[in-house]
């Protein structure tokens, strides 16, 4: 290791162990982590020994999943190891933010008094952007927008030595694949969808913006020992079935939150018939069943991707470590699916949900029996699920037999490229001009609709509609704001298909379209290059090298802006039960971070708390009227606004809490959805159950994520009761807390209430927050 008498003061006081030194370590060939970062070195060799070493310890044989997050273990020969028990402290080899959760990110590391992060960063610029008339008005009016955003992360990231990706440069998970992501690499980024990476054979797990900051500061990271989840492919993929019907049908088998706690590892003979952006597809989705991460073992198309891209020594490092990059023989998983991929069908899930599968051949008469609209309004393709040059490859494959019996769409259409590479390559390729031939408005390299970014002008809302999508999520309300919009997701080339026809009921494999000629046609199965036949285009040059000396560097924060907030310290627990608490909201049904902190209209303010603060659970049903945000205030008796009414209490000093229903916060890794309840006074939020990234961020500010012992006991709670928790005194891991539920008529209930916390997360309980417990550690 380091020498420890070698680090700053500051690392020094946090127990880092700073790895990242390419001198330290004896390596066979010493290959740079990326482009950018020409001195940080892959160590497959420092994988090697702690694999080796938690081996010995195990004595069997390791999963591929295993092996990455072992292989990164703090303490290898110390780390009490149980599959969904233990507490892992690991050691990241990167972080990457994208620009909405990377504000309070860069705000809390600010706070944090280092002078540096301790490992490679980056902040990409992709949520900001909302589509509306194309891709570069459209980035125009962007950057003059939030320009005051931009130019915090700009200055922060020079500053603290953060690499940053201006906007129009792509989708953060798109310049991972293109650029960070490797075989073996344990990556963190403060979006759901890190998991992309998985499909370049990495473990890249979504984290809120507290966790980005340990890291980035140099701390172990802290993750539940994960299960794992196998799902072995046999056959092959062929004909209309591509990648995204895997993760499709998997989330049918698995739904919203069969993979909590689990890394769902894919292996068998089937994985080398699908590329390796079709990997990350696979993976990226894999956020949807609530899974850990998702990762697929190295492979020749991994090695193919890699030099495509400019890695191949990457690739040649990787072949020499290949044994440590895939799973031993007789390994074994927590669970196990197999997908005979030769007679898998071509999928399309939802509405509202992305678990709700479907045969594309069966859907049409789903709809019409659930009544959901019919004709397609827009058919959307792209977003950092399915934006690759093979997918845009196969949508153009569909166009152009559509346009060549003189058809367009019959829906509007649009087309978001991945990164700034895949437009400029599409570009010059001619994929982009046959989109638009067909109809299609090529919007800028962003994640736009996907995120509900999207200027929707062709309904009313509240409009019932149907629109058809590549994204992976399709919540209610999520893409533009309207509850009546039944949105459903599948592959770009069945999007592109279905636009064309312009009904859910046209199924491409069977059915017929009619050209201008009046003749009869049937669209073949599309067939495209995986990766373009020569070189990417790599387009403009988007990227800012943090400098090397940044001590002159400033970053400004206004205090009078809308947009940016400096953070000021949650206040620490006071040593006392939580006595009286009043309910704000019970929660009916499913209760996404998009309800607790609605995105759209709101990412504007994501730098700044209390502003964002306004749009707390404005989503979420309360049980009590049927209504979304409109809750009663229990001193006025009135119904009013949810963040209103929290407002009111913080104002008043009475303390709430939150009931909710199964799987709370799932969906987003935004950090604002814990944020907010604390800012806004909250103390607990006590559900059924919850997702894994929501879970953890509640408890890095301080709050007391719980579950009710008996799920039952959800019924016993109702919106006029008042709550004490107990035991907090003798807070210790294992040990249920009580609850005692006080009825406006006098009687009372004592209910017991679970909880995950160790001794590490008591001490941001008892702290205040993470931050504040970090605060602690460096005095």
Same mark, same amino acid.
């Given at each position: 290791?380091?020498?420890?008498?070698?680090?700053?003061?500051?690392?020094?006081?946090?127990?880092?162990?700073?790895?990242?030194?390419?001198?330290?370590?004896?390596?066979?060939?010493?290959?740079?982590?990326?482009?950018?970062?020409?001195?940080?070195?892959?160590?497959?060799?420092?994988?090697?020994?702690?694999?080796?070493?938690?081996?010995?310890?195990?004595?069997?044989?390791?999963?591929?999943?295993?092996? !990455?997050?072992?292989?990164?273990?703090?303490?290898?020969?110390?780390?009490?190891?149980?599959?969904?028990?233990?507490?892992?402290?690991?050691?990241?080899?990167?972080?990457?933010?994208?620009?909405?959760?990377?504000?309070?990110?860069?705000?809390?590391? !600010?706070?944090?008094?280092?002078?540096?992060?301790?490992?490679?960063?980056?902040?990409?610029?992709?949520?900001?952007?909302?589509?509306?008339?194309?891709?570069?008005?459209?980035?125009?009016?962007?950057?003059?927008?939030? &320009?005051?955003?931009?130019?915090?992360?700009?200055?922060?990231?020079?500053?603290?030595?953060?690499?940053?990706?201006?906007?129009?440069?792509?989708?953060?998970?798109?310049?991972?694949?293109?650029?960070?992501?490797?075989?073996?690499?344990?990556?963190?980024?403060?979006?759901?969808?890190?998991?992309?990476?998985?499909?370049?054979?990495?473990?890249?797990?979504?984290?809120?913006?507290?966790?980005?900051?340990?890291?980035?500061?140099? !701390?172990?990271?802290?993750?539940?020992?994960?299960? @794992?989840?196998?799902?072995?492919?046999?056959?092959?993929?062929?004909?209309?079935?591509?990648?995204?019907?895997?993760?499709?049908?998997?989330?049918?088998?698995?739904?919203?939150?069969?993979?909590?706690?689990?890394?769902?590892?894919?292996?068998?003979?089937?994985?080398?018939?699908?590329?390796?952006?079709?990997?990350?597809?696979?993976?990226?989705?894999?956020?949807?069943?609530?899974?850990?991460?998702?990762?697929?073992?190295?492979?020749?198309?991994?090695?193919?991707?890699?030099?495509?891209?400019?890695?191949?020594?990457?690739?040649?490092?990787?072949?020499?470590?290949?044994?440590?990059?895939?799973?031993?023989?007789?390994?074994?998983?927590?669970?196990?699916?197999?997908?005979?991929?030769?007679?898998?069908? +071509?999928?399309?899930?939802?509405?509202?949900?992305?678990?709700?599968?479907?045969?594309?051949?069966?859907?049409?008469?789903?709809?019409?029996?659930?009544?959901?609209?019919?004709?397609?309004?827009?058919?959307?393709?792209?977003?950092?699920?399915?934006?690759?040059?093979?997918?845009?490859?196969?949508?153009?494959?569909?166009?152009?037999?559509?346009?060549?019996?003189?058809?367009?769409?019959?829906?509007?259409?649009?087309?978001?490229?991945?990164?700034?590479?895949?437009?400029?390559?599409?570009?010059?390729?001619?994929?982009?001009?046959?989109?638009?031939?067909?109809?299609?408005?090529?919007?800028?390299?962003?994640?736009?609709?996907?995120?509900?970014?999207?200027?929707?002008?062709?309904?009313?809302?509240? #409009?019932?509609?149907? !629109?058809?999508?590549?994204?992976?999520?399709?919540?209610?309300?999520?893409?533009?704001?309207?509850?009546?919009?039944?949105?459903? @997701?599948?592959?770009?080339?069945?999007?592109?298909?279905?636009?064309?026809?312009?009904?859910?009921?046209?199924?491409?494999?069977?059915?017929?379209?009619?050209?201008?000629?009046?003749?009869?046609?049937?669209?073949?199965?599309?067939?495209?290059?995986?990766?373009?036949?020569?070189?990417?285009?790599?387009?403009?040059?988007?990227?800012?090298?943090?400098?090397?000396?940044?001590?002159?560097?400033?970053?400004?924060?206004? +205090?009078?802006?809308?947009?940016?907030?400096?953070?000021?310290?949650?206040?620490?627990?006071?040593?006392?039960?939580?006595?009286?608490?009043?309910?704000?909201?019970?929660?009916?049904?499913?209760?996404?971070?998009?309800?607790?902190?609605?995105?759209?209209?709101?990412?504007?303010?994501?730098?700044?708390?209390?502003?964002?603060?306004? %749009?707390?659970?404005?989503?979420?049903?309360?049980?009590?009227?049927?209504?979304?945000?409109?809750?009663?205030?229990?001193?006025?008796? #009135?119904?009013?606004?949810?963040?209103?009414?929290?407002?009111?209490?913080?104002?008043?000093?009475?303390?709430?809490?939150?009931?909710?229903?199964?799987?709370?916060?799932?969906?987003?890794?935004?950090?604002?959805?814990?944020?907010? +309840?604390?800012?806004?006074?909250?103390?607990?939020?006590?559900?059924?159950?919850?997702?894994?990234?929501?879970?953890?961020?509640?408890?890095?500010?301080?709050?007391?994520?719980?579950?009710?012992?008996?799920?039952?006991?959800?019924?016993?709670?109702?919106?006029?009761?008042?709550?004490?928790? &107990?035991?907090?005194?003798?807070?210790?891991?294992?040990?249920?807390?009580?609850?005692?539920?006080?009825?406006? %008529?006098?009687?009372?209930?004592?209910?017991?209430?679970?909880?995950?916390?160790?001794?590490?997360?008591?001490?941001?309980?008892?702290?205040?927050?993470?931050?504040?417990?970090?605060?602690?550690?460096? &005095?």
């Amino acid at each position: 290791d380091f020498p420890h008498s070698f680090l700053p003061l500051t690392h020094r006081s946090l127990g880092v162990r700073q790895y990242h030194v390419a001198s330290v370590l004896c390596q066979r060939a010493k290959v740079a982590m990326s482009h950018f970062e020409p001195n940080e070195y892959i160590h497959y060799d420092l994988l090697e020994k702690n694999i080796n070493i938690v081996r010995k310890r195990l004595n069997r044989p390791l999963t591929l999943s295993e092996k !990455i997050v072992y292989g990164h273990l703090d303490d290898p020969a110390g780390q009490e190891i149980e599959r969904g028990k233990s507490y892992l402290r690991l050691r990241p080899d990167r972080v990457a933010m994208q620009d909405a959760t990377a504000q309070m990110a860069m705000l809390q590391f !600010i706070s944090s008094g280092l002078p540096k992060v301790a490992v490679p960063s980056t902040i990409h610029c992709d949520h900001l952007i909302e589509a509306q008339l194309g891709g570069e008005k459209d980035l125009r009016r962007a950057k003059d927008i939030n &320009q005051e955003v931009y130019n915090f992360l700009a200055t922060a990231g020079a500053k603290y030595g953060v690499g940053f990706w201006k906007p129009g440069s792509g989708i953060i998970h798109q310049i991972i694949l293109e650029n960070y992501a490797y075989p073996g690499v344990l990556l963190i980024g403060t979006d759901s969808h890190t998991p992309n990476g998985g499909g370049l054979g990495g473990i890249c797990i979504g984290v809120g913006g507290a966790d980005a900051v340990d890291v980035m500061a140099g !701390i172990p990271w802290e993750l539940k020992c994960p299960k @794992v989840i196998g799902v072995k492919l046999t056959g092959s993929l062929s004909g209309w079935t591509s990648p995204k019907d895997v993760i499709l049908k998997v989330a049918g088998i698995l739904t919203v939150k069969g993979g909590t706690g689990a890394i769902v590892e894919y292996h068998g003979p089937g994985v080398d018939s699908i590329s390796c952006t079709g990997m990350a597809t696979i993976c990226n989705m894999g956020a949807e069943i609530g899974a850990t991460t998702s990762v697929f073992p190295y492979n020749h198309r991994m090695k193919k991707y890699l030099s495509k891209t400019g890695r191949a020594d990457i690739a040649n490092l990787a072949d020499e470590f290949k044994d440590h990059l895939v799973p031993d023989p007789g390994c074994h998983y927590d669970q196990l699916i197999e997908v005979n991929l030769s007679e898998l069908k +071509p999928h399309i899930n939802g509405p509202f949900t992305p678990d709700l599968a479907h045969p594309v051949a069966e859907v049409g008469k789903v709809a019409e029996k659930e009544g959901w609209p019919l004709d397609i309004r827009v058919g959307l393709i792209g977003s950092c699920t399915n934006s690759s040059y093979e997918d845009m490859g196969r949508s153009a494959a569909v166009a152009k037999q559509a346009l060549a019996h003189g058809l367009k769409c019959k829906s509007q259409f649009t087309i978001t490229p991945g990164s700034e590479q895949i437009r400029a390559t599409i570009e010059r390729d001619g994929y982009a001009q046959i989109l638009r031939d067909l109809g299609g408005i090529v919007l800028a390299n962003a994640c736009g609709p996907c995120i509900g970014q999207w200027d929707r002008k062709d309904i009313k809302k509240g #409009e019932k509609n149907t !629109i058809v999508t590549s994204y992976n999520r399709n919540f209610t309300g999520r893409n533009d704001a309207n509850p009546e919009t039944h949105a459903f @997701v599948t592959s770009p080339e069945i999007v592109t298909a279905l636009a064309i026809a312009g009904t859910l009921k046209f199924n491409p494999e069977t059915d017929y379209l009619t050209g201008t000629d009046g003749k009869k046609f049937k669209l073949e199965a599309p067939d495209a290059d995986e990766l373009p036949k020569g070189e990417f285009d790599p387009g403009q040059d988007t990227y800012q090298h943090p400098p090397k000396d940044s001590s002159g560097q400033h970053v400004d924060v206004s +205090p009078t802006s809308q947009r940016l907030q400096l953070l000021e310290p949650f206040d620490k627990w006071d040593g006392k039960d939580l006595e009286d608490l009043q309910i704000l909201i019970k929660v009916k049904g499913k209760c996404t971070t998009d309800h607790i902190s609605a995105a759209g209209p709101w990412l504007k303010f994501r730098g700044h708390l209390d502003n964002i603060s306004n %749009n707390l659970l404005i989503g979420a049903i309360n049980i009590e009227n049927g209504k979304a945000n409109s809750v009663r205030n229990a001193v006025t008796q #009135e119904f009013g606004p949810v963040p209103d009414t929290a407002r009111y209490y913080k104002k008043h000093g009475i303390r709430w809490v939150v009931i909710g229903d199964e799987n709370y916060g799932e969906g987003s890794s935004r950090e604002h959805a814990a944020l907010e +309840p604390r800012h806004l006074g909250a103390r607990a939020i006590i559900t059924k159950s919850f997702a894994r990234i929501h879970e953890t961020n509640l408890k890095k500010q301080g709050l007391l994520p719980l579950t009710f012992a008996d799920p039952a006991d959800y019924n016993k709670i109702h919106p006029v009761d008042k709550l004490t928790i &107990q035991g907090l005194k003798d807070f210790t891991p294992g040990k249920p807390l009580k609850c005692i539920i006080k009825h406006p %008529n006098g009687t009372q209930e004592t209910i017991l209430l679970n909880h995950t916390f160790n001794e590490t997360q008591i001490e941001w309980f008892r702290a205040g927050s993470a931050l504040n417990r970090m605060k602690e550690l460096q &005095q």
